[in-house]
């Protein structure tokens, strides 16, 4: 099971009229079942290099099917997984990717944002979610 | 000058249509004026492989500022720009790749399209610049 | 809104002029607003290592449109924005990359330098920068 | 023995000037000794995927101590060096990269431009090198 297209686009409708409440301008990517690209958008005037990290926490969220935030706590100096950061052409161990769940609580993609404080990342990828399930 | 997301998206929409009507599925990307991704979209069920191909179609006529065919004429063997494909972190040379210029003709992005034949990409992606145009 | 390759090469006379006062040997990178290289000196005897540095400076400071040490301060173990690095094909977080902006206050591009110590590689910096308001 | 900085500068201010004689917007890097960018400049709207071109160019005649042009003599398909290109993080070799040698035929760097045609590359790059010799 994967989430659809019309689904992506819905949750980057929701993610960004949230951004706009919230004044900030945001990267917002969304990933299917396969980690891959399915849909994206980049509100004018957002930072470049958050592109790369919104799409970053979404693949991260998919490939560990956790919040990108979960790894973050486990990958510090010292940690189980310290410097996991390498792997995968390198993985966004913050806050703001998010697994995307149907109603039967199979993870159907993911989707990561970026582009403000990693508390508005993650407010902001949680209301793309809400437009899905 | 560059494009705004609603451009992106409106393309992206309008793309998505002319794909329905062929009935092709494509991987559709809009980059900037910097040859930035501003928005893309996955049709379900589109090649996976396309993904890339639909951003390296875009950013490719955004750095020469010409359709992406019109460098394969020139990229092939004993041809002067042979082998170009290698520089940028790969570009692609074959037709779906257009730059999007406002009424006063500047060029305000690039537009990328991957998922069937060359000549239905270079359509879908027509069908993209027209809805911003 | 993007600096010229006038306004770039001034910044990096300056910047050169700088190091020389303090008897250092600096890369010096100055990207446009799409963070695209612009202009690009490396000091004669300058640590080659330096010259990638300068330039992902340059870059980080635009892609997150603050000077690089900022996000230095974020991205430390336990901080929010820990291992932001491994994005963008890597990102340099420590002092050397300003945001160079215009009169009327947009940003326009960035400079990077490496070379020396960050406290001196960040004094360069701004002295190229001063060359340009 | 490798070029300074002030011979790189040099060779790219002539290179500019050939460029705008020519009615041409070039990208411009010069290579040292080692193969490492010494100076680069970008013109005001030239071609964004020049960029990487003309840095290749230099690194690619300074590899192999040889015209770029040369090599793709011999990286034709059937030819004794077919697809070489993929070496090296990528080549470039078709003209516009030009070794530079000293007044004792000792090589000490090399420049590369891309933004025009392979023809007005090759001459805007002889014209950088004319400044040093």
Redo the contacts between chains.
Sequence with gaps: MSL??KQ??AAIQAAQQKAQELGVKMNIAVV?A?A?????????GA???????SI?KAKTARFFDMNTGEI?KL???GGPLY?I??SNN?????PGGIPIRNKSDEIIGAIGVSGD??ENDHTVAEAGIQAIQ
Excluded: C, Y
């Excluded at 891959?36 to 004018?44: I, K, S």
């Excluded at 930072?47 to 990290?53: A, Y």
């Design positions: 659809t297209l992506a686009e299917d396969g891959n690209v399915t849909a994206f958008a980049r509100m004018d930072w470049l290099g958050s592109l790369d990290i970053k973050g990958s510090q100096p410097n950061e390498h390198g993985l966004i161990s913050f404080t990693v």
